[in-house]
């Protein structure tokens, strides 16, 4: 994986501290980073480490599955991986040692593999708030009964994740009230 444009160790720091900086005015302590590796090669991962980030996003299980081998146990011990990207049942046994948290959990058959493949893993419910096609994620009338299900299946439910709608303020804002409220009645972040 050679992906991306390679960024000096400088500019890489600068810019963290730039978004933390960020972060810190619009958000608090209560936001935690996630940087987003997918589609640069290892070097991506082991600058965002060095950065002082340790939650790290991927979304392809291929391309995580190369970069890891590349990396030495030291480098990956420094990082936690959350699976960000729509993931196919059968490549779930081939990252499943690697992933930390499985954010786009969004069906049952995924919910089973899982289970199987790493039994008490963290996952995050994948609500879907847009209209498009391309993007993942159970309707939230669905949820509570995957929820039900991942519990069920001895798997750590540690939240809901969305990708917000388009369009107006108010509508992004509506979506997002949505998947708070939900999270609020179930106990969930």
């Known amino acids: 994986m050679e992906g991306g444009t390679e960024i000096s ?3 890489a720091i600068d810019r963290a501290g730039r ?4 972060v810190s005015v619009l958000g608090g302590d209560r ?17 965002a480490a060095q950065c ?9 299980a291929q391309e995580l599955s190369t970069k890891w081998s590349q990396m030495d146990p030291e480098e990956r011990e420094s990082v936690d991986v959350h699976f960000i990207g729509r993931m196919q049942t059968n490549k779930v046994r081939k990252v499943a040692p690697i992933v930390k948290v499985w954010q786009t959990v969004d069906r049952p058959s995924l919910i089973q593999e ?10 995050m419910l994948q609500i879907k708030l847009a209209q498009s096609e391309a993007q993942g994620g159970c309707q939230l009338a669905e949820a509570s009964e995957l929820l039900a299900m991942a519990n069920a299946a001895g798997l750590d439910v540690t939240g809901l994740m969305a990708i917000g709608p388009q369009g107006e303020d108010e509508i992004i804002r509506a979506g997002y009230k ?4 939900a999270a609020d009645e179930w106990g969930l972040k």
């Open 114 to 123: 899982l289970s199987k493949r790493c039994p008490g893993s963290s996952v």
């Open 52 to 60: 002082g980030f340790q939650n790290i996003g991927e979304s392809y």
């Open 178 to 181: 949505e998947i708070v409220s």
């Open 9 to 11: 160790h400088e500019e």
């Open 31 to 47: 936001v935690e980073i996630l940087a987003v590796t997918k589609g640069f090669g290892p070097w991506a991962i082991k600058v």
């Open 19 to 22: 978004l933390r900086e960020r």
